[in-house]
């Protein structure tokens, strides 16, 4: 691709492929996102796959959201744990100060 040896303009923003782009143009496929991109020697014009902010934050978002899960069942599931530790501990001690 002539981006990757010369300087180039991006002539459209990074925009999500239509379904008929997806299936022709192969830039489509890691990201389903290209940008058009005009090299400034050469004078072609090419696709370029990009990764788009909104997708980015999309994706953020997410994994914050499942993190923000996961920690909350873990938090639970301590809190539960701790409970039946103490009860232990407390039923040894009663037992202990029975047989006295």
Do not use: N, Y
Not at 56 to 77: D, K, T
């Amino acid at each position: 691709p002539c981006w990757r040896v010369e300087d180039f303009v991006v002539a459209q923003e990074c925009a999500r492929c239509s379904s008929f782009q997806a299936k022709t143009i192969a830039q489509c496929s890691p990201t389903g996102f290209i940008e058009k991109i005009s090299c400034a020697t050469s004078k072609r014009d090419e696709f370029k796959s990009c990764r788009s902010a909104l997708m980015e934050a999309h994706v953020f978002w997410r994994f914050v959201g499942s993190m923000m899960c996961v920690a909350a069942v873990f938090s639970v599931l301590v809190v539960c744990r701790q409970r039946v530790l103490d009860r232990k501990a407390l039923e040894k001690v009663r037992k202990q100060i029975e047989s006295i």
